[in-house]
């Protein structure tokens, strides 16, 4: 099963290594989901992890990345009109996390944002072809049907 990680997932791991995000990270090093991205979300999750957690934090951030390996979805040569589009459902800031996410072909977005992600309204009704749900909800989820 593939996942699509937000940048703020990463940001959960790095700060509490014993909390929902970091067990998804877990089930990826241990090879039971695989785990994509996109670099824009390791690049916010790296820069949030250094201003507000700090050099332990960040440690951990980057020692994750190295065992969970995870695939970068390119999202470099999308049209500039289906990104236009993809703006009239969020902030341009997660517009590269939607993308990708449609672009990775995975199974869900795992996100902590409530605002622009879970709660949109706007989202709910587009037909994608992946759930959005918090790590919490994800693990409640992929617990009950292993």
Do not use: C, W
Not at 1 to 18: C, E, I, R
Not at 76 to 97: G, R, S, W, Y
């Amino acid at each position: 099963m593939k996942v699509f990680l937000d940048a703020n997932v990463f940001f959960a791991a790095a700060g509490s290594p014993t909390g929902g995000s970091a067990f998804v990270l877990e089930l990826a090093k241990q090879k039971k989901i695989r785990v994509v991205t996109v670099a824009y979300a390791l690049v916010e999750a790296e820069r949030n992890i250094q201003q507000k957690l700090g050099e332990k934090a960040l440690d951990r951030y980057h020692q994750n990345l190295l065992e969970v390996g995870p695939e970068v979805q390119n999202i470099d040569n999308v049209p500039m009109n289906v990104a236009k589009t993809l703006e009239q459902l969020l902030p341009l800031k997660d517009v590269p996390i939607l993308l990708g996410a449609m672009l990775s072909d995975a199974s869900f977005l795992l996100t902590l944002d409530r605002k622009d992600f879970l709660d949109n309204k706007k989202l709910e009704g587009s037909k994608l072809s992946f759930k959005i749900v918090t790590t919490g909800d994800f693990l409640q989820k992929y617990l009950e049907n292993r």
